[in-house]
């Protein structure tokens, strides 16, 4: 599982709250990746980081903020939930060609 | 935008059997790649292939790519039971050194006993 690590796993929130979701690495890996995955969408590219406070948005990154202080931690964070955020977010890391997963958190917006 | 799109969106099968699933993609790739994902599990990498590469071997495993053609197939031989899950093919390109990896809808393959 390459050391990753993701809190909380499960989390329900209300419309219109912030909400952070943590992304931990134990192997000094650079490259970190957030996704979420939606039914019939497969998974999509939010923000990625390809070094300490160095990122970049991706595919479906509007509503998303991500912040990376330390090469272990790479935080998501909801400014505003809102219901269409209800998804499993899955953090990756990459490495020799491969991206290896977190084991998701799922999410749920009331 | 999906870069990926895969064929079927299900397969049933029986343990035993090969199946096969399709990818078919839009634009030029650096490299592409399979994943598997059991229910409620996060994705495991099942297999690489370069754009220069036309099939690739992994145990049961044999993935093929036509570039002229912008798709790829992954072929799983003689099915097992554990072998149900969803399978998802990538294409990565490479921005700043980081990975981005576009994925497809995925192919839920169920192994019947």
């Known amino acids: 599982d390459a050391g990753i690590t993701q809190s909380p796993r499960h989390k329900v929130t209300e419309t219109g709250t912030p909400v952070t979701l943590r992304c931990h690495q134990t192997?000094?890996?650079?490259?970190m990746y957030w996704y979420r995955q939606d039914p019939g969408h497969g998974l999509r590219l939010i923000h990625y980081?390809?070094?300490?406070?160095?990122?970049d948005k991706g595919e479906v990154s509007d509503g998303y903020s991500v912040s990376r202080s330390k090469t272990e931690d790479f935080l998501l964070t909801l400014e505003s939930a809102t219901s269409s955020q209800t998804s499993v977010y899955f953090c990756?890391?990459?490495?020799?060609?491969?991206?290896?997963f977190g084991p998701g958190t799922r999410l749920t917006v009331l | 935008s999906q870069q990926g799109e895969e064929d079927p969106q299900a397969l049933s099968i029986q343990e035993g059997e090969n199946a096969t699933m399709n990818c078919s993609y839009k634009?030029?790739?650096?490299?592409l790649q399979w994943y598997r994902q059991n229910s409620g599990r996060g994705l495991v990498h099942l297999i690489l292939?370069?754009?220069?590469?036309r099939e690739k071997h992994s145990g049961r495993l044999r993935v093929t790519l036509d570039t002229s053609k912008k798709s790829s197939s992954l072929l799983i031989t003689a099915s097992r039971a554990a072998d149900t899950a969803s399978y998802f093919c990538?294409?990565?390109?490479?921005?700043?050194?980081?990975?981005?990896?576009?994925f497809g809808q995925g192919t839920r393959l169920t192994i019947n006993p």
């Open positions: 292939i370069r754009s220069n590469e």
């Open positions: 990756a890391i990459s490495e020799s060609g491969e991206q290896f």
């Open positions: 634009t030029s790739i650096n490299n």
């Open positions: 192997e000094n890996h650079r490259y």
């Open positions: 990538a294409t990565d390109t490479i921005i700043q050194g980081a990975q981005k990896l576009v």
């Open positions: 980081s390809y070094g300490v406070k160095d990122t």
